[in-house]
């Protein structure tokens, strides 16, 4: 079945079968494999993609549901949030084996977009849905200030 969708500013067709995950057409089909297969079943956050400006998880989403959303993957972030939380990633070394990173990242510019100065607690509970094997959550948390920082100077 062939589906039309907006991802990272442009329109795509696919043609895939009803109730495939969005993260497969995203990986597959697309070729943006920036987002990640962490568990499927929305858990880990390593699949999270923006739907109209708010994260989600890819592997939970069927096409058909996302059709006429405005889809933005890793690979399509961008604006002063974006370049703030990617220039502070990049400044405090958060990165250890970097899997689950791009599902951090997009949940971070989603929560700096609706909230510039949040504390550690409005951090700790944004993010909860972000797993991180490596556990740099102490990095991540630092990050997401930091960017904050860059974001109010």
């Known amino acids: 079945m062939s589906q039309q969708l907006k991802i990272n500013g442009k329109t795509v067709t696919v043609d895939v079968d009803p109730g495939t995950p969005l993260l497969w057409v995203v990986r597959d089909e697309l070729k943006l494999t920036g987002t990640k297969f962490g568990c499927g079943i929305a858990a880990c956050g390593a699949c999270t993609v923006h739907v109209d400006?708010?994260?989600?998880?890819?592997?939970?989403?069927?096409?058909?549901?996302?059709?006429?959303?405005?889809?933005?993957?890793?690979?399509?972030?961008?604006?002063?949030?974006?370049?703030?939380?990617?220039?502070?990633?990049a400044e405090l070394d958060v990165v250890q084996c970097g899997y689950c990173q791009s599902g951090q990242i997009m949940s971070a510019v989603g929560l700096l977009s609706g909230e510039s100065r949040p504390?550690?607690?409005?951090?700790?509970?944004?993010?909860?849905?972000n797993a991180c094997r490596c556990a740099?959550?102490?990095?991540?948390?630092?990050?997401?200030?930091r960017a904050s920082d860059i974001l109010e100077a």
């Open 119 to 129: 504390d550690d607690e409005a951090i700790t509970a944004y993010m909860q849905g």
């Open 136 to 145: 740099t959550y102490h990095r991540i948390r630092a990050a997401i200030h």
């Open 53 to 89: 400006g708010a994260p989600q998880r890819s592997c939970q989403m069927y096409v058909e549901d996302v059709a006429g959303a405005e889809i933005t993957t890793i690979e399509g972030i961008n604006g002063p949030v974006a370049e703030a939380v990617q220039s502070a990633w």
